[in-house]
């Protein structure tokens, strides 16, 4: 996620909220800039991040990375945006998330949904994966034309 970073010092006054690897994060000040990530490791937030957790009950029916690939769709963040109050610095309602209906399909499902998206995810956001299989796919495609466009049948 952008704008995360690692802490170089506890603080000793404030308050912050634990997360635990698997949880979700979502930034809920100005809730159109899309800000979200799934947990990687345990730490802490600003009160500003909602942290959303699975408890044991919900994990036999969702998994932690299909809500994640689920909030971070432009459908959930034009619902947060839509009920956010304030005007210079808006604010999601933590109560209407909470209310956000979730399509909940099987568990392999899920699977093979997350699987699709993770791919897709990587394509489109990590260099060292991404790029060089867009830029092979390129190539074969420019290659694919050129054979075809530099075949001529013979003339008589």
């Known amino acids: 996620m952008r704008g995360k970073t690692d802490s170089i010092y506890t603080p000793e006054t404030g ?7 698997g949880d979700v994060l979502i930034g809920n000040i100005n809730p159109y ?3 979200i990530w799934l947990a990687t490791s ?19 029916c969702i998994t932690p990375k ?3 690939h689920t909030l971070a769709s432009d459908d959930f963040f034009a ?32 699977h093979e949904i997350v699987a699709i998206l993770d ?3 990587a394509l489109v956001n990590d ?10 796919a390129r190539r074969k495609q ?11 049948k013979e003339a008589e």
Not at 15 to 21: A, D, F, G, P, R
Not at 42 to 60: E, F, M, P, Y
Not at 96 to 105: E, K, N, Q, T, V
């Open 127 to 136: 260099l060292s994966h991404g790029l060089p299989a867009e830029i092979t």
């Open 66 to 68: 299909y809500l994640y």
């Open 119 to 121: 791919r897709f995810d």
């Open 15 to 21: 308050t912050c909220i634990k997360y635990e690897t």
């Open 42 to 60: 345990t730490g802490g937030a600003s009160q500003d991040v909602l942290v959303i957790r699975l408890n044991d009950c919900n994990l036999t």
């Open 79 to 110: 619902y947060q945006t839509q009920h956010s109050r304030g005007g210079k610095m808006p604010r999601g309602d933590k109560v209407a998330i909470m209310r956000y209906p979730i399509s909940i399909p099987p568990l392999e499902v899920q």
């Open 142 to 152: 420019y290659e694919y034309y050129r054979d075809r466009l530099l075949t001529f």
């Open 33 to 35: 800039l899309k800000k």
